[in-house]
Nanobody, 115 residues
């Protein structure tokens, strides 16, 4: 089992920045992908960004150029740096760890972008 502990959410004005973190309870030594998803009120959960063990990244079009996903050298923590935030970025953000055999989710952290 792996637990994912998220931190870093909060409230920020439009144009502001936040950084989310997601730490796995242990290092995964096999190929894996760590992803960020978000869910706005009354909407489906949607993919935001991902990074795999080869440090290959992908983003949803709406956040390209504003969000950056990265992971630490031990690969147990993934980050989502968010800049130039917009009100439409308001959502609960979830991290996900996908290994070859299992999937784990964090509990979510609220991001609110409002003036």
């Amino acid at each position: 089992q792996v637990q994912l502990v998220q931190s870093g959410g909060g409230m920020v004005q439009p144009g502001g920045s936040l950084r989310l973190s997601c730490e796995a309870s242990r290092t995964i030594n096999t190929f894996n992908t760590m992803s960020w998803y978000r869910q706005a009120p009354a909407k489906e959960r949607e993919f935001v960004a991902r990074i795999n063990s080869l440090n290959q990244t992908a983003y949803v079009h709406a956040v390209k150029g504003r969000f950056t996903v990265s992971r630490d050298s031990a690969a147990s923590t993934v980050y989502l740096q968010m800049v130039r935030l917009k009100p439409e970025d308001t959502a609960v953000y979830f991290c996900k760890l996908s290994t070859l055999t299992d999937t784990y989710w964090g509990r979510g952290t609220q991001v609110t972008v409002s003036s």
